[in-house]
């Protein structure tokens, strides 16, 4: 461990000694993995797994396996020291940030593929990232092994995927989904966003409006692809460079719907060379 304010472990070894030390005791765990450059977000599933186990471990690992070549894996923001003081007033309890040899060691051959869920939407646009997600939240949880690991909403389709994955694999660990933190225009939360600059941050937070004002069509009774049809037109018209994708889907299958009920609209557009992802329920 380092010296800093909060514990901080780099091997599976160590971080399973402190956990094992932990259920020895009586606790029960939580894990929140991330990818570092913290924000309100992640620091709000923190407060919540400690809310609901007795110790959180934080992970934090910038996984190359989901970045294709031409992404942002090289400029992806790193802070590990800010991230760390953040994590330890949000009431974290332990930090573990392992190095690419010890989550990828010389000779790693395996990739985890959920099949279905990940086909649609962003498998489609970026059909590396699943396999990347899958198999480095495998590793962690299996690492960890704690009760409840938690995830936000603002990446629905991971969410569903890790969901997916954990079941099919008899991974014992809850997978629990919480509620995407926006900024005070709506914009939902996102390392990502640092990207932006005044103009673009200034135009993004239509992206949450635009995805309201469809619910609000379906609601009035208009059918469904226009309603997503509408909100690409909206979403061009408002300042964003293209449009990836504006779906209304089955919230536990992402398969096409016919109503909107138990629906999700997801939306992926660019502003710039920068990508924002945001969903809500109908």
Known sequence: MTGSA???VRDVAALRYAIAA?????LTVGLVPTMGALHEGHLSLVRTAKERCDRVVTSLFVNPRQ???HEDF?????????????LA???CDLLYAPERSVMYPQGFATNVIVADVSTPLEGEFRPHFFGGVATVVTKLLLQALPDTAFFGEKDYQQLLVIKRMAHDLDIPVAITGCATVREHDGLAMSSRNAYLNEDERRIAARLNYILHDAI?????????????AEAARHLIAAGF????????????????????????????AWLGKTRLIDNMAL
């Open 74 to 86: 090289e400029r992806y923001p790193r802070d590990e020291a800010g991230d760390a003081n953040m």
């Open 67 to 69: 970045f294709a070549p």
């Open 216 to 228: 609000k069509a379906v609601h009035a009774g208009e059918p469904l692809a226009e309603a997503e």
């Open 22 to 26: 932990w259920r020895k005791a009586g």
């Open 89 to 91: 007033s949000a009431g």
């Open 6 to 8: 909060l514990p901080t």
């Open 241 to 268: 460079t293209s449009v990836d994708y504006v779906a209304i889907r089955d919230a536990d299958t992402l398969a096409p719907v016919s109503d909107g009920s138990n629906a999700r609209i997801l939306a992926a």
